[in-house]
């Protein structure tokens, strides 16, 4: 994992676009063969040189190029350098995916295959180049985004890394999505967030049917509880199968509840596929559709029958999403001192930049705070599981009222935000404590202020209906202090009861 990953394969099949995003993802320099090969001989393109210097020169400089290679570097190899015997040797042992697609799918994608100089013999040199004994390990990309392509080079070429059990039933590893499913004897069904029905051939094998679902908040209702219900019965699941589900913290709500529905409990088994998903929503048993404009108001409270966190899935998501779940992380190292003094500056800000490894560790951390605050209090009667709603109630009535709707984490971190703030003003923190949350959420790339339309009679309207009404009163969860140096595990976040909590004073701060 510390020596450099090739790409191998065609032309059109992307190894250039998804090399760079390797590349940015995994933190390493990017070589693309092409393009060193063809400054090195003086040219202004591969084509170019091609013309004037010949193909032999070109293909001496391309071998000289990457048998030179000794660092980390994800490499973009041109097509057909791999043929030469001496690359070939060089490559024996390393790291080295070959991205694949039909032909006729590279020549939907190429066009006229301008800039391309050996075009015009595509179909012979594919038979000669991509047939057995090709090098390296076969990636498919069709129908795959860029990044999606990404997130499959790396578990093919790493599967297991990391591999590690984090809390009861839940799993962390890249790779590990297609895993077989634990403790499922019968028949069982597939949900699969749509947009990445194309992995659907990485789900774990046995699956009866596959069902693709919208991954957005909109789509958490009653409709799509029965829907899922309806393919089960069609499937003919039974008491002994599952509901495998693939897909953000949108899917796998809805998902949980038309499990804890279907011939009243079957057993579900989760892959969240966002970093808020990873981070939180699988992993906490609570799942649930929301109701007219009330939040997540219908469901249930179930721990997952197992949860497998795979980060190679983040390789496609985009960054607003992934800056989305930091929020989440934020929070929970606020919640739990261990996991704030866990993650360094630079974690912080790589997370922010979409870079896999820290988010990762991130990931880890808030999921191990979050599974350890479960096991103590999972129906929320400890005093302690509140403690997760820490810029909730706040961050719900902003998703309520936002035209655009704002996203979870970003509502959340204003809520954060906000209460912090009002926990100052009250003396409940120390003056610095706010600054301090707003030079975190800045370093991730998370909003400070609102950028959208915000109706105040539906803000309220959500607060007045939060689910933290208590006889009266509105549990608001404020910090009593920055989570770093000495202290217990828990205390950094209190709850304050209100029976006037200050809307206007929040909503005059945010919009
Ligand atoms: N149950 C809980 O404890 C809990 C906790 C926090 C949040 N939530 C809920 O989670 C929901 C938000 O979940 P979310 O932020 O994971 O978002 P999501 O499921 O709404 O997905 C966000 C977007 O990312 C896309 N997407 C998902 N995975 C992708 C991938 N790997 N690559 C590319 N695109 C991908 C989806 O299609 C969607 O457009 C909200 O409904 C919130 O209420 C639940």
Redesign the pocket.
């Known amino acids: 994992m510390s020596e450099a990953l090739f790409l191998a394969g065609f032309m059109g099949t992307g190894k250039s676009v998804v090399g760079r995003r390797l590349a940015r993802l995994l933190e390493r320099p990017f070589v693309d063969t092409d393009k060193v090969v063809a400054k090195a001989l003086g040219g202004r393109s591969p084509r170019a040189v091609i013309q004037e210097r010949g193909m032999e020169a070109f293909r001496d400089q391309e071998k000289r190029v990457i048998t030179q290679i000794r660092g980390n570097e994800v490499v973009a190899m041109g097509g057909g350098s791999d043929l030469n015997g001496e690359t070939r040797d060089f490559l024996k042992g390393k790291s080295v995916a070959r991205l694949r697609a039909p032909l006729s799918v590279i020549e939907a994608r190429l066009g006229k295959g301008e800039g391309r100089p050996l075009w015009k013999e595509r179909k012979k040199l594919y038979l000669e180049r991509e047939g057995e004994g090709a090098l390296g390990i076969p990636v498919q990309t069709e129908g795959l985004t860029q990044?999606?392509v990404a997130g499959r080079v790396l578990r093919q070429l790493y599967p297991d890394k990391a591999s590690q059990k984090i809390g009861d039933g839940v799993l962390m590893g890249w790779g590990q999505m297609s895993r077989p499913l634990p403790t499922t004897t019968g028949k069982w069904v597939g949900l699969f967030?749509?947009?990445?029905g194309a992995l659907v051939s990485e789900a774990p094998e046995g699956g009866v049917s596959h069902l693709p679902l919208?991954?957005?908040?909109r789509a958490?209702n009653l409709r799509t509880v029965e829907r899922i219900l309806e393919g089960l019965s069609v499937s003919g699941v039974g008491k002994d199968g599952a509901l495998w589900v693939l897909?953000?913290?949108?899917?796998?709500?809805v998902a949980g509840l038309a499990a804890a529905l279907y011939l009243r409990g079957i057993a579900i088994h989760l892959v969240?596929?966002?970093v808020?998903?990873m981070a939180?929503?699988a992993?906490?048993g609570?799942?649930?559709v929301n109701r007219g404009k009330g939040?997540?108001l219908l469901g249930v409270v179930r721990l997952p029958d197992s949860v497998v966190i795979d980060p190679t899935?983040?390789a496609?998501?985009?960054l607003r999403?992934i800056r989305?779940?930091a929020a989440?992380i934020i929070k929970m190292s606020w919640v739990w001192r261990q996991a704030a003094l866990a993650m360094g500056e630079e974690e912080w800000e790589g997370m922010g930049k979409g870079r896999l490894i820290p988010i990762e560790r991130g990931i880890q951390w808030a999921a191990k705070g979050k599974l350890k605050i479960v096991k103590r209090d999972l129906l929320e009667k400890r005093g302690l599981r509140i403690l997760l709603n820490f810029g909730h109630t706040v961050g719900h009535a902003l998703e309520s009222s936002t035209v655009p709707r704002i996203?979870?984490?970003e509502g959340v971190g204003l809520g954060m935000l906000t209460n912090t703030r009002w926990a100052e003003r009250l003396g409940v923190a120390p003056k610095g404590t706010a600054a301090f949350l707003e030079k975190e959420l800045v370093r991730v790339g998370l909003p400070t202020s609102l950028d959208r339309e915000l109706n105040p009679e539906a803000f309220k309207e959500a607060i007045l209906k939060d689910k933290k009404w208590d006889k009266g009163e509105l549990q608001v969860l404020l910090p009593t202090q920055i989570p770093n140096g000495d202290g217990g595990e828990w205390d950094t976040i209190m709850v304050y009861r209100t029976k006037r909590p200050p809307i206007d004073e929040w909503l005059a701060q945010i919009a």
Not at 214 to 217: A, E, F, N, S, Y
């Open positions: 990044g999606a967030d749509q947009r990445l919208v991954g957005k908040d958490k897909g953000g913290g949108g899917i796998t709500d969240p596929t966002t808020l998903g939180d929503a992993l906490g609570k799942f649930g939040k997540n899935l983040l496609g998501l985009p999403e989305n779940g989440e996203r979870h984490g």
